[in-house]
């Protein structure tokens, strides 16, 4: 008879017993589904690199929106692309613009069926595709920015977002955004802060959805140095010291630590956002048949929630809610 060790193998023998001792769960509730929504298109466009992923008409956003309801999601994540972009992106806080009338349009479908989260930045909306006012030398001008976020955030919560979520990573964004939700009576309005969002090398696919890639030069003055962790603390600490009810990693798979040292410094919901490249990387290894496609996609968010992530931002988020609730 063998003795004198572990037997971690007892409760892992049945799938009984794997779900009884599991440490981490996925619920539907954790996904929040971005979503893309053009101007001026009669149908919704498929994007080449992600596939299964479009960017929508008004209508079948309005489609979507329901069928993310019925699977049971935590939210929406809406980005906009407009017909028409200038130097300083005036359609993000149009009337009339793409996302504000998608938001006003799925509040009186949805009601609060669903959180509306509004992506506030500018680059979708620019056509030098920076996430900011550029100066003539072609710099990202911070302060100017601050005020076309703030015009951004009160059309935004006019149109019926339930949350603010500005991803720009300008300095002092929060507080600036803050400030006009409240001076516009919007006191009651969340801020989800993309607090620790990196210039990643895993946004490609995005940037062709939402057609919002940078005409010259790059986005690394103004978003996070891969290589840095301890300025994502004081990115988070900043954010949340300006009025952040929430903040956010971005991306995901390559910044688990970085998920988890915000998760045990921080006493407000953390969210991550699993990025188009994750999501691409994924669905392109399981075409080639290298990959069990189910069986990535469940690991990977969980991980994500594994290293503390409350909520994921996830492209799957209606196929994982219909995968865990099977």
């Not at 799938?15 to 001792?21: C, E, K």
């Not at 600490?237 to 952040?244: N, V, Y």
């Not at 290293?307 to 492209?315: E, F, K, M, P």
Request: glycine letters at 8%; aromatic letters at 6%; a negative charge.
């Amino acid at each position: 008879m063998t003795a004198g060790f572990a037997r971690g193998r007892r409760l892992r023998s049945t799938p009984a017993l794997r779900r009884l001792t599991a440490q981490t769960r996925l619920s539907p509730a954790d996904f929040v589904l971005p979503v893309f929504v053009k101007q001026g298109i009669d149908e919704p466009v498929p994007i080449s690199s992600m596939p299964g992923v479009v960017q929508h008409t008004p209508d079948s956003l309005r489609k979507a929106a329901h069928e993310a309801a019925d699977a049971g999601i935590g939210g929406l994540m809406l980005f906009g692309i407009p017909g028409e972009k200038d130097p300083v992106g005036s359609q993000a806080d149009a009337a009339d613009g793409i996302v504000n009338v998608a938001l006003q349009q799925l509040r009186t479908d949805l009601g609060d069926e669903l959180v509306l989260m509004a992506d506030l930045c500018l680059c979708e909306y620019t056509d030098h595709g920076h996430c900011g006012v550029v100066t003539p030398a072609g710099v990202v001008d911070n302060d100017p920015t601050l005020d076309r976020y703030a015009a951004v955030a009160i059309a935004q919560a006019q149109a019926g977002a339930h949350v603010i979520a500005p991803s720009g990573m300008m300095d002092g964004q929060v507080a600036a955004i803050r400030r006009a939700l409240d001076g516009a009576a919007y006191t009651e309005t969340p801020v989800l802060a993309y607090a620790a969002k990196y210039a990643s090398g895993f946004y490609g696919p995005f940037r062709e959805a939402a057609e919002g890639a940078p005409q010259f030069g790059d986005r690394s003055t103004y978003q996070m140095d891969p290589p840095n962790a301890d300025e994502a603390l004081r990115e988070v600490a900043q954010d949340l010291a300006e009025g952040a009810d929430a903040v956010m990693v971005k991306p995901a798979l390559p910044y688990l630590d970085i998920i988890t040292r915000v998760a045990d410094a921080v006493h407000v919901p953390v969210s991550a956002y699993q990025v188009s490249g994750e999501y691409a990387m994924v669905e392109a290894a399981a075409a080639n048949g290298w990959v069990d496609r189910e069986r990535a996609i469940l690991e990977t968010l969980t991980s994500i929630r594994r290293a503390g992530a409350g909520t994921v931002l996830t492209y799957w988020a209606v196929e994982a809610a219909r995968l865990v609730a099977r």
